[in-house]
């Protein structure tokens, strides 16, 4: 069965700082992993996804998640937090036959000025 | 990105009515749409999958005559949840995906039954 982790339920960075948000994975054969984020009472927007190719996958809002398959970790990264990247993330990810996406318990991040 | 809508936003009722929720695919068409819910600070649970023209997919543990879902065409598919009661109230987020890998949310809608 697929499932995703992502171990911390909370992040605290200061602005300016570089941030990680942790996620592993299990499924059968080759992932397809996505990480999305979560405004208060909103839905969830995509921020990027790894399906093939580099294991360094850039995507919106200066966001970048690094896939390692040895590791089976997907973790989501930026260089340098702002204040309004403050909100909760969540890692998911679906194997080549699934259809729907399966998702970790998200990790509400914190970033304070 | 692609956009999904979903109305209304917010609902409220009384126990024992019914609720429907529309989910719309804006500029793309969704051969795939999916429900879930979500409970306050916890994760996003998979109610079911639903394609265009076929019957749904629920998960284990769903009441399928419960949470009615009609996917009739490439851009809509609706969840009515039927006989309400307050333990159904939650936060419900609808998302398609279209051809591609990626699956588009809707801005959820909040169900609070009295």
């Known amino acids: 069965a697929q499932s995703v982790a992502q171990p911390e339920d909370q992040v605290n960075v200061a602005e300016g700082n570089p941030l990680t948000v942790k996620c592993t994975y299990s499924v059968s054969g080759n992932p397809y992993l996505f990480w999305y984020v979560q405004y208060p009472n909103r839905g969830l927007q995509f921020l990027l996804k790894y399906i093939t190719g580099d294991n360094l996958v850039k995507g919106s809002y200066g966001f970048e998640a690094e896939f390692n398959k040895s590791q089976t970790s997907f973790h989501l990264k930026k260089p340098s937090a702002l204040v309004s990247d403050s909100a909760l993330y969540f890692c998911a990810v679906r194997d080549m036959l699934g259809t729907a996406l399966i998702f970790g318990k998200g990790t509400t991040l914190s970033v304070s000025s | 990105g692609a956009v999904v809508s979903q109305h209304p936003s917010r609902v409220i009722c009384k126990s024992g009515t019914s609720v429907k929720i529309e989910c719309r695919s804006l500029d793309f068409q969704a051969t795939t749409m999916f429900w879930y819910r979500q409970f306050p600070k916890q994760s996003l649970m998979l109610m079911a999958t639903?394609?265009?023209?076929?019957?749904?997919?629920?998960e284990q543990g769903v009441e399928k005559d419960k949470f009615l879902i009609n996917h009739a065409s490439l851009t809509l598919s609706t969840l009515t949840v039927t006989s309400a009661h307050p333990e159904d109230s939650s936060f419900y987020i609808c998302?398609?995906?279209?051809?591609?890998?990626?699956?588009?949310f809707g801005p959820g809608t909040r169900l609070t039954v009295l």
């Open positions: 639903s394609n265009e023209g076929s019957k749904a997919t629920y």
């Open positions: 998302s398609a995906r279209g051809g591609g890998d990626t699956q588009y």
